[in-house]
């Protein structure tokens, strides 16, 4: 009983604070989807990255070996579905990056935060580095047949991972005045994440569920026992396994949906996707927790 109950005041708010954002916009209210996610993933996300990363007291050794069994994990992804949707005949610019790349940011982060704590945190913000690295390089390419790699070194949250890093192995601190505004600008990355993937989600429309369904189901299947594998093979403590395999099977992250619709790939298919596997993660995230915990 008191397991359920901690599993439950950890994804309560998360979707509680998702669900504002669905009913804000089913309720005809204004929301500028563009601006406030470049807010967050300009400014936002990248002072949380950076103050989580600076002030964790998780030894750099254990994050070094947390980030390669992240790199690790997109990698066996990536090889894995390459596999699935070529034997299967899937439009490989359409499913492939969706099925790859969840959404370690928006659900993620939070997930993490509220399941594991500061530790958590600090690991997570590593696996969402990882993500971001491999979807603006690898990702762009799979949709769009080019890389973006130009815009890696031009984004924000990549930025600040590294210079948290370089903090936290030299051990150095930026200004209380300095860190005590990045830390008020980290606070609101959470909540502003969470409400607009309601907005995202209430916003969408497809006319492919019943495909959506079953890619979902196995795309959560496949990255749970993969993500276990990898936690389990680099031997990680309690904390960052835990992490490991919440960020693993996040659902397909709004950003594919926006990349499949920019690129003129089956945009509708990725709403699907994005819609079925967020829904499902209400279900699915908790039993992931309760065996974690």
């Given at each position: ?6 599993v ?57 070996r ?5 790199i ?9 579905f390459?596999?699935?949707?070529r ?26 935060l ?67 505004t ?35 189901l ?13 936690a ?5 403590d ?22 499949a ?9 990725v ?7 967020t ?15």
């Open positions: 009983m008191n397991l359920l109950l901690t439950f005041e950890i994804v309560a708010p998360v979707f509680l604070l998702a669900g504002i954002g669905f009913v804000w916009v089913k309720l005809g209210f204004e929301y500028r989807l563009q601006f406030v996610t470049r807010l967050a993933v300009t400014l936002a996300v990248p002072s949380l990255i950076f103050v989580a990363l600076m002030q964790t007291e998780i030894p750099a050794g254990e994050l070094t947390f980030t390669v069994a992240a690790a994990g997109h990698i066996v992804l990536a090889v894995a390459e596999v699935f949707v034997l299967g005949g899937l439009d490989r610019r359409t499913y492939l990056a969706p099925l790859i790349f969840g959404n370690t940011g928006n659900l993620g982060l939070p997930l993490c509220f399941a594991f704590g500061q530790a958590g945190l600090g690991f997570a913000v590593v696996f969402l580095a990882v993500t971001a690295l491999f979807s603006f390089t690898y990702g762009i390419y799979l949709v769009a047949g080019k890389g973006a790699f130009g815009k890696v070194a031009r984004e924000p949250m990549v930025w600040a991972t590294l210079l948290g890093a370089l903090f936290l192995w030299r051990g150095w601190e930026t200004p209380v005045f300095l860190t005590n990045l830390d008020l600008l980290g606070q609101m990355a959470i909540p502003m994440m969470l409400i607009t993937v309601g907005v995202a989600i209430a916003r969408l429309t497809t006319r492919k569920l019943g495909q959506a369904v079953w890619l979902s196995l795309k959560l299947a496949v990255c749970f026992v993969l993500g276990w594998g990898i389990v093979a680099f031997d990680l309690a904390v960052a396994f835990g992490v490991l395999l919440v960020q693993m099977c996040t659902p397909v992250a709004v950003t594919s949906y926006l990349l619709e920019r690129f003129d790939a089956d945009s509708d298919a709403a699907g996707l994005v819609m079925v596997s829904v499902l993660s209400v279900a699915a995230l908790p039993i992931i927790l309760a065996i974690v915990l």
